[in-house]
């Protein structure tokens, strides 16, 4: 029994690694799509996002047969809580990466821009949070999910940042108003990725340390 429960729990953390993996490499073309203005990068993103879907469905029927067969205790049960939590974050960073790539197909040649927007300077900063998140995950590294957890602020300023200025290049120039909105909605998905990063980091630290830290800082301040 204690053998094959070992096999289905290294089963789900292959899967989990795979899913990463892909999904690691949708968000390096999309923003190396973004940083370059080769829009032709973002072709096959959506399609490829139906194996991401795939393996969501495989991790989260992996995770259920191992809670219904094993009854998992103490860290193995934190790892398969994880599991489920990191999945469900690596989904949403598919999706996210298919629409960024919609947004860089509409405003991708207003290159001066987008480099003046700091977008570029954003998407990075949250690319390697995902990358590190990641990392953490297959490390069991919880200094390193500690940092992405602090990057986040990086992330949250720039965004609050890049909206104040695309608000004012619309108002200055109307004929901006359509492209400013795509990089609007574009930044906001970058700030979401980078948030499911943080949830990523998050989940690691609760897996190997036992600690919920998620919302800590927000119930803090409200002294809970």
């Known amino acids: 029994m204690q053998l094959h429960?070992?096999?289905?729990?290294?089963?789900?953390?292959?899967?989990?690694?795979?899913?990463a993996s892909i999904v690691d490499e949708q968000v390096d073309k999309v923003i190396t799509s973004l940083n370059t203005g080769d829009v032709e990068l973002c072709k096959g993103i959506k399609s490829k996002d139906i194996?991401?879907?795939?393996?969501?469905?495989?991790?989260?029927?992996?995770?259920?047969?191992?809670?219904?067969?094993?009854?998992?205790?103490?860290?193995?049960?934190?790892?398969?809580m994880s599991a489920i939590m990191i999945n469900n974050n690596l989904e949403r960073c598919g999706d996210i990466a298919v629409n960024i790539s919609q947004r860089i197909k509409k405003a991708g040649n207003e290159r001066s821009l987008i480099s003046e927007s700091q977008i570029i300077d954003m998407a990075r900063i949250a690319q390697e949070m995902l990358k590190n998140s990641i990392d953490?995950?297959?490390?069991?590294?919880?200094?390193?999910?500690?940092?992405?957890?602090?990057?986040?602020?990086?992330?949250?300023?720039?965004?609050?940042?890049?909206?104040?200025?695309?608000?004012?290049?619309?108002?200055?120039?109307?004929?901006?108003?359509?492209?400013?909105?795509?990089?609007?909605?574009?930044?906001?998905?970058?700030?979401?990725?980078?948030?499911?990063?943080?949830?990523?980091a998050e989940n690691l630290v609760f897996y190997v340390d036992a600690q919920i830290i998620a919302h800590r800082k927000k119930l803090e301040r409200n002294g809970n």
Request: aromatic share 6%.
């Open 5 to 19: 429960f070992s096999q289905e729990i290294e089963n789900l953390k292959t899967s989990l690694i795979k899913m």
């Open 51 to 80: 194996e991401i879907d795939r393996y969501d469905n495989l991790i989260q029927t992996q995770c259920e047969n191992i809670l219904a067969l094993f009854h998992p205790v103490a860290s193995d049960l934190r790892l398969v």
């Open 136 to 200: 953490s995950f297959i490390k069991n590294d919880t200094e390193l999910a500690s940092k992405v957890i602090t990057s986040d602020e990086k992330v949250d300023k720039l965004n609050k940042q890049i909206f104040n200025f695309l608000v004012s290049r619309m108002q200055s120039n109307n004929e901006l108003i359509e492209a400013c909105t795509h990089l609007v909605v574009m930044s906001r998905h970058i700030e979401r990725m980078a948030d499911h990063a943080t949830n990523i």
